[in-house]
Nanobody
Framework: QVQLVESGGGLVQAGGSLSLSCAAS????????MGWFRQAPGKEREFVAA????????YYADSVKGRFTISRDNAKNTVYLQMNSLKFEDTAVYYC????????????????WGQGTQVTVSS
């Protein structure tokens, strides 16, 4: 069964850090663009960060640029999101996703999604 499983979410105070992981199984994702998205209550799911299959290309939403870092380890079939200087507005369910296309940040081009992990930042 092909799946993505996120972990590492939790409760943190504003200014703190969290590290999310996304483990892929059932398929080799080394050729996929991987992305992180988030969805806050009452809002649409939005793009956070993406990384190319090689790891050489990354892209971030303006709201997280300079604070979040996406990385991947193809040997472990895992993608990471290091989140620093967290703000209350970062509170959301964070989703890992895979896109079987060239580098993209377009949500509709991601065809496999994890179940999400909750990140709550207290002010």
């Amino acid at each position: 069964q092909v799946q993505l499983v996120e972990s590492g979410g939790g409760l943190v105070q504003a200014g703190g850090s969290l590290s999310l992981s996304c483990a892929a199984s059932g398929r080799t994702f080394s050729s996929y663009t991987m992305g992180w998205f988030r969805q806050a209550p009452g809002k649409e799911r939005e793009f956070v960060a993406a990384i190319s299959w090689s790891g050489l290309t990354t892209y971030y939403a303006d709201s997280v640029k300079g604070r979040f870092t996406i990385s991947r380890d193809n040997a472990k079939n895992t993608v990471y999101l290091q989140m620093n200087s967290l703000k209350f507005e970062d509170t959301a369910v964070y989703y890992c996703a895979a896109a079987p296309v060239g580098f993209t940040i377009v949500k509709l081009e991601y065809d496999l999604w994890g179940q999400g992990t909750q990140v709550t930042v207290s002010s």
